[in-house]
């Protein structure tokens, strides 16, 4: 299907409805825009941090309760195959942002800089926001940046992003009651937070500016990237949030081991922290529709990789990895896949799923087709917009990664193969394990031996796809 066609669909939907609201009044639909008048969609894309692909109901997870994900995935499309950019938040954020996988971003892993955030994306690199305000949408960023120390190139309002509200620095957001966050480039002091007090949990101070956006939104199409904290360590959650799980787990305290924060009742706290996620999701999404917005707005959920396992967090014990093989920090399926729902009420098929292989880096050539702005050049990714339009749609060769922690590793999906070579910072040519992942899911066989022909081409993918950095180098680089 060409890109032509798929931006034809969605205007013949949204062109109809144009609705806002004043932030100081009660919503009041506005005047629809002359018809036959395409008027770009609005963007809402909202990140959890380290959610599990089990970790919602729609997905199989029966602890927890996720009434209004569940409810997205029930108005919109569930997506069975979707990719993170990588198995860690910074290198993630990267591919997503821009539209490369990690063989080819800048940023390959966490690395941090002094005092605080992480190395910053590049003047060079263009990013999605950048992109979508040059075609006339309005951008903002509201919660975990870390792609880019303050007053570096890499910051959110430097990268395209009108506005920003958050953490700069990911290791910050390790606390949930930090004494500080920041607004464009500016500190903003939480004074109720100094010196240990607990008194603004941050993420509600983030979801109560999502939904002042909203509130705010004029006719202009705007994008609202929402990289939530949640449920990513340290343990934490206000009491209302925890009391329904109070007692219905058995508990090992966590001692506050590796910086975070001492947990009594970890699940508690963990299944706390999801639920306040979903039920703030349910927010966002209800004033979408109280606004008069939700027939020209793309709501997007997913996870910037799969669950962790500090801080007391038990993801075996939650299901977290939905029976995939991994974790964070892996490059098996539990590590890298993720849950993502799609809702677009007359645009996207309600209570619909899809086996589609899709990955973050296909996110920035997708909001472009929808956008209706020309196609990019130079980018890894392959819009999914077809497949949100229920329309034939254009499929990958391969999926890659590449991974610099835990001795370096790599991994390519093709078709239904799935390969990973472990220990690559040692031996850049070691054994590569194979799995037929429509047959094996969970990764337990390896099956290398028996198709050298596969393991052939797995090896020459991650050869080709893989290039040199000397920020994140792989042995035998030539940059």
């Not at 013949?12 to 506005?30: D, G, K």
């Not at 997205?72 to 997503?96: D, I, K, N």
């Not at 899911?441 to 050298?452: L, Q």
Request: with cysteine.
């Amino acid at each position: 299907m060409s890109s032509t066609n798929v931006r034809r669909g969605l205007a013949a939907v949204v062109a109809a409805i144009a609705l806002t609201a004043s932030a100081c009044t009660s919503p009041v639909p506005r005047e629809a825009p002359a018809e036959g008048a395409a008027t770009p969609p609005n963007v809402i894309y909202i990140l959890a941090d380290d959610l599990g692909y089990g970790d919602l109901g729609v997905y199989g997870q029966d602890v927890v309760s996720t009434p209004n994900l569940d409810r997205l995935a029930a108005e919109g499309l569930v997506f069975t195959q979707h990719y993170a950019g990588s198995t860690v938040c910074a290198p993630s954020r990267a591919v997503l942002m821009s539209g490369l996988h990690t063989g080819h971003t800048v940023i390959r892993g966490n690395r941090e800089v002094q005092p605080e955030g992480q190395h910053p994306i590049p003047d060079s690199r263009v990013t999605l926001a950048e992109r979508l305000k040059a075609g006339g949408y309005r951008t903002a960023a509201i919660g975990k940046w870390g792609l880019g120390a303050p007053e570096t190139a890499g910051v959110p309002t430097r990268q395209g992003f009108d506005y920003f509200f958050g953490y700069n620095d990911q290791r910050e957001a390790h606390s949930y009651y930090p004494d500080h966050l920041w607004r464009n480039e500016v500190w903003v002091d939480l004074e109720e937070n100094r010196d240990g007090a607990r008194g603004t949990y941050s993420h509600g101070l983030l979801v109560e500016d999502a939904l002042r956006y909203l509130r705010e939104a004029d006719d202009r199409p705007f994008f609202l990237y929402l990289p939530f904290t949640i449920p990513h360590a340290g343990l934490d959650a206000p009491e209302d949030s925890m009391a329904p799980y109070r007692g219905q787990f058995d508990e090992t305290p966590w001692e506050g081991q590796r910086r975070y924060i001492t947990q009594a009742t970890p699940r508690a706290a963990f299944a706390g922290m999801v639920s306040r996620l979903d039920r703030d999701v349910g927010r966002i999404v209800d004033l979408v529709d109280e606004l008069g917005l939700s027939e020209r707005t793309l709501v997007i959920f997913t996870s910037d990789n799969g669950p962790h396992q500090e801080a007391g967090a038990d993801p075996v014990f939650f299901g977290s990895s939905g029976g995939l093989r991994g974790i964070k920090r892996d490059l098996y399926e539990g590590g890298i896949r993720v849950p993502m729902i799609a809702r677009g009420p007359g645009t996207v098929a309600a209570g619909a799923t899809t086996d589609h292989v899709s990955a973050f880096w296909d996110v920035t050539p997708t909001m472009l087709d929808l956008a209706g702005a020309p196609p990019a050049s130079g980018l890894d990714g392959l819009s999914f917009a077809a497949t949100l339009l229920n329309e034939p749609q254009q499929t990958h060769e391969y999926l890659y990664w590449e991974f610099h922690e835990q001795g370096g590793k790599q991994a390519v999906r093709m078709g239904d193969w799935k390969a990973v070579r472990l220990e690559v910072l040692e031996d850049p040519e070691g054994p590569i394990e194979l799995f037929d992942l429509s047959t094996d899911p969970i990764e337990a066989r390896d099956v290398a031996g028996e198709h050298s022909d596969v393991v052939a081409r797995m090896t020459e993918l991650m050869r080709e796809a893989h290039a040199p950095s000397d920020l994140f180098p792989f042995p035998g680089d030539q940059p």
